[in-house]
């Protein structure tokens, strides 16, 4: 199932990220797609709120991997961008995070797309203009209806 949402700001795309987040489960894994300053880590920042979790949200561009621990689940934050072969992957410990307590969000995804997981949702976000992003999800009804009231 795919859905489309426009948002107008980067606190939109942080809303509808929020409402995203707090319909996630253990287990799932989001592959984002989307160039240089479409606004992946901000969606994850709306992500990362949506689930409960208050830490403070930066690219792992240089970490390659941020964890983002609360007290429920776990937000694992990749950035695959420079990632090319896969004994690269082994070394981020991408498969070692994959259990039912974690949520995974994996920018660049197109870099491993034979590693990502069956039933993985995929976020696009396309830049429209300065600020408006036009973001389409692959995935479960869960994400029907998500941005249809207001997000600011």
């Keep these: 199932m795919t859905y489309c949402y426009t948002t107008s700001s980067p606190a939109e795309t942080i809303a509808l990220g929020r409402r995203i987040g707090a319909l996630l489960r ?82 660049w995804s197109e870099n491993i797309s034979d590693a990502i997981p069956p039933g993985t949702v995929y976020i696009r976000i396309e830049r429209t203009g300065d600020d408006t992003r036009k973001i389409t999800i692959d995935g479960d009804e869960r994400f029907a209806d998500i941005g249809d009231r207001d997000l600011g």
């Design 26 to 107: 253990g287990g799932d894994c989001l592959a984002y797609v989307g160039g240089l300053g479409a606004g992946k880590t901000t969606m994850t920042r709306g992500i990362a709120l949506g689930m409960g979790l208050e830490d403070d949200v930066t690219s792992p561009t240089f970490a390659l991997v941020n964890e983002y621990r609360g007290t429920g689940l776990t937000l694992i934050h990749f950035d695959m961008y420079r990632i090319t072969s896969p004994a690269d992957l082994e070394t981020t410990g991408f498969f070692d995070y994959m259990d039912e307590d974690t949520v995974l969000a994996v920018e």
